[in-house]
């Protein structure tokens, strides 16, 4: 693994199932995200975490949660998927050096819910 | 509240240059970043600006303005590979993000 991996790339689901989207990072960063990106509106937070075992609301968390168990993994869970969360998810990691914050994005994950 | 703003669109020649602008209002400051993101593509790092002034990378650079509020890429010599969204993304007093929603780029031969 070479950066940040998300699975599945893309995903048709039936509203009301259950689903979780996983994102793996192998660069030690301390800090994890998860957006989405909706035309026109950009990307938005929904969940982050600072560090391992923490975690936080963004912008847009409702309807979404997250676990932070070790440093590289990051999973993104919606509890009951409804049509307006069809959208791209991207997940991210950064150092959190205070120098540069930048983040490293995954390829994303295409989910249509119907 | 938070807030960024720039085109939505914008169009140039091959071989042209030219400059995207970015206004932001944030709460707290500690940088501004701009990413390029091609059509059906994860967004990518172009550059960082803390400081006021002029960064300069290859035919890509960036200005920042802290008491104006505003930034500005400009993109010289422009291939039809440029043709993509550029986003920019102030980190506020959270070290949190805050994106606009991006300006598209269309390169004409």
């Known amino acids: 693994i070479a950066g940040i991996t998300q699975a599945p790339t893309s995903q048709i689901l039936a509203a009301g199932r259950r689903m979780t989207l996983r994102c793996t990072q192998d660069m030690r960063h301390n800090a994890m995200y998860w957006y989405r990106q909706d035309l026109g509106l950009g990307l938005r937070l929904i969940h982050y975490s600072n560090t391992a075992g923490t975690t936080g609301k963004g912008e847009v968390p409702d309807g979404y949660s997250v676990s932070r168990a070790n440093t590289d993994d990051f999973p993104l869970t919606l509890a009951s998927a409804v049509p307006s969360q069809t959208s791209v998810y991207f997940c991210?990691?950064?150092?959190?050096?205070?120098?540069?914050?930048?983040?490293?994005f995954g390829p994303g994950t295409r989910l249509t819910v119907l | 509240g938070q807030n960024i703003d720039q085109p939505t669109e914008m169009t140039a020649t091959e071989g042209a240059i030219v400059q995207i602008n970015c206004t932001y209002q944030t709460s707290g400051f500690n940088g501004l970043f701009w990413y390029q993101q091609h059509a059906g593509e994860a967004p990518t790092f172009l550059s960082y600006n803390v400081l006021d002034g002029l960064e300069e990378k290859g035919r890509f650079s960036s200005f920042l303005s802290r008491s104006k509020g505003y930034s500005y890429l400009l993109l010289k010599e422009l291939q039809m590979k440029d043709s993509a969204s550029y986003l920019c993304a102030a980190l506020d007093s959270n070290y949190q993000l805050i994106w606009g929603a991006g300006t598209k780029l269309i390169i004409k031969p």
């Open positions: 991210a990691s950064s150092s959190r050096d205070r120098d540069t914050d930048t983040q490293y």
